[in-house]
């Protein structure tokens, strides 16, 4: 097969899955462009059968905005036409899924069919789409796409519910590459953020409010109020500054570590007790995932598709959003009892494999082969 894939190329997991499963069909031998504003993070040019196309946008003294999606059409047509494109499996049904659209109208011209596989990762259908300016074009391009997928059964029960969807979402979770886990071990970072050997507690993300890391903060207060621990920060983004003047504010700082973006996460990862994610809304939550596959349980709230990716009282535990109190005896359960934090570890584990590639994957490549069946 010849796959054109788009993505946001960023550290957010839609990125992280779209170059993940791209990485993969290329290495079973198929062909994969990316198509993007900049290079996906984890994408590596020199993989065989992989190929990156830039979308340049130009900034016009006539234009107030530059027109993104235009750009990103004509680009859709020429790479479809040039590499002789079997499908295109867009991220995000906007702008990816309406500017795919268009694509395939002005190819369908020239008598070229090109199906369009659109996956739903929650922000264009939970923050986006109630946002009436973006709510038509949402519901447009995912009834025109050929195939659609969400990447939870709450992400496919709210599309459902929010827009006047008439197009069958299969759901296919994300997926972990439990490779990239194997043989790490922890490393310096625990010895240095940690030296007498406490409990690090850890939280990933873009710290946009969504993810409420205040409420990570919260959480670790009130466990470091009843035993010593650290708690590790990574990522970052615009609710850093608050998050840095709360931890001053409640005295906790030196036991409070931001490390930052990094491109290292799964041995960052490694270091790790417990990770916590009380975010507001989460479609999956793959950094919870993430986690579990180095080994760490997690406390997260229960929204959206959280209670699929982490099993309350198995691999972790679910509580209310904003329910700290409950999330920290939850934490302090886990970190006050040897036995039962190597359970849950264990466990974590366990439900980690539940998504792990080839568990998945499969379900991808017969959505595509479905499509194209009937050209053939
Ligand atoms: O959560 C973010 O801020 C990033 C966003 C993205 O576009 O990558 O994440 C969404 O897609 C991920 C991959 O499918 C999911 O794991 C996240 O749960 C989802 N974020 C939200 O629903 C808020």
């Not at 054109?4 to 839609?14: A, Q």
């Not at 996906?40 to 027109?67: G, Q, T």
């Not at 584990?349 to 499969?362: D, G, H, N, R, Y």
């Amino acid at each position: 097969m010849r796959i054109g894939i788009v993505c946001y190329p960023t550290y957010g997991g839609s990125g992280v899955v779209a170059t993940e499963l791209g990485i993969e069909m290329a290495a079973l031998g198929h062909q994969v462009h990316f198509i993007s504003y900049s290079q996906p993070v984890r994408l590596d040019l020199l993989a065989e059968n992989v190929f990156y196309h830039e979308v340049v946008v130009r900034d016009y003294p006539l234009f107030d905005y530059s027109p993104y999606e235009l750009v990103l059409t004509s680009k859709l047509v020429s790479v479809v036409k040039n590499e002789k494109l079997d499908l295109l499996h867009v991220h995000y049904a906007i702008p990816h899924a309406s500017a795919a659209y268009m694509a395939k109208q002005i190819l369908k011209e020239e008598g070229i069919n090109l199906p369009i596989v659109c996956t739903l990762h929650g922000t264009d259908i939970s923050l986006l789409g109630r946002d009436a300016s973006f709510e038509s074009v949402i519901t447009f391009a995912i009834n025109k796409s050929d195939a659609v997928t969400a990447v939870s059964e709450s992400l496919k029960n709210d599309t459902n519910t929010h827009f006047d969807v008439n197009r069958f979402i299969n759901v296919i979770p994300n997926f972990i590459n439990l490779t990239r886990y194997e043989g790490l071990k922890p490393n310096s970072i625990k010895k240095r953020y940690a030296p007498k050997g406490q409990p690090i507690l850890m939280h990933v993300s873009n710290f946009r409010k969504v993810k409420r890391v205040e409420d990570v903060v919260k959480v670790f207060a009130g466990v470091r109020e009843k035993l010593n621990a650290v708690l590790l920060l990574v990522g970052d983004g615009p609710e850093r500054y608050n998050v840095e003047q709360m931890c001053r504010q409640l005295g906790i700082c030196s036991d409070i570590h931001f490390l930052g973006k990094t491109k290292d996460v799964e041995q960052v990862l490694m270091n790790g007790d417990l990770f916590i994610l009380p975010s507001e809304t989460e479609s999956f939550g793959l950094a919870a995932l993430e986690a579990m596959a180095a080994g760490m349980p997690v406390i997260s709230s229960n929204s959206g598709g959280l209670p699929e990716v982490n099993q309350n009282g198995y691999s972790g535990f679910i509580s209310d959003v904003g329910n700290t109190t409950e999330m920290t005896n939850n934490a302090l359960k886990l970190l006050e009892s040897k036995e039962l934090m190597t359970k849950f570890k264990k466990q974590a584990l366990l439900q980690a494999e539940k998504f792990s590639l080839p568990q998945i994957l499969p379900n991808y490549i017969e959505l595509y082969n479905k499509l194209l069946l009937p050209l053939e």
